[in-house]
Nanobody, 128 residues
Framework: QVQLVEFGGGLVQAGGSLRLSCVASGRTLTNYDMGWFRQAPGKEREFVAVSRWSGGTTFYADSVKGRFTISRDRAENVEVALQMNSLKPEDTAVYYC????????????????????WGQGTHVTVSS
């Protein structure tokens, strides 16, 4: 099973940017779909973005589309990043990366229950 650790959270003003990184150990991210999720206080964990292994496509939640970009390092294949621009106070949450073994999957997986491995989360706070 792949182990995941997130980096890059912090406090930023509205309109600012942050880059989150998720680094894998134990194995590479080959054949894994990599997702980012977030959970705000008192709310359920929600899908943010996914980078699919099969086909190399990406998919975003409507709330972040055009502002967030997910990318993965396909050279060494141990890191996935989430570039967050034009941040809003409602983006405040704990952000988690997650991995799902999915070598030939055809659809973007957005349900957190379908993911196999999770990082510990990193806090993002956007002040108004």
């Amino acid at each position: 099973q792949v182990q995941l650790v997130e980096f890059g959270g912090g406090l930023v003003q509205a309109g600012g940017s942050l880059r989150l990184s998720c680094v894998a150990s134990g194995r590479t991210l080959t054949n894994y779909d990599m997702g980012w999720f977030r959970q705000a206080p008192g709310k359920e964990r929600e899908f943010v973005a996914v980078s699919r292994w099969s086909g190399g496509t990406t998919f975003y939640a409507d709330s972040v589309k055009g502002r967030f970009t997910i990318s993965r390092d396909r050279a060494e294949n141990v890191e996935v990043a989430l570039q967050m621009n034009s941040l809003k106070p409602e983006d405040t949450a704990v952000y988690y990366c997650a991995a799902k073994f999915n070598p030939v999957g055809k659809n973007a997986v957005t349900n957190p229950d379908d993911y196999d491995s999770w990082g510990q989360g990193t806090h993002v706070t956007v002040s108004s």
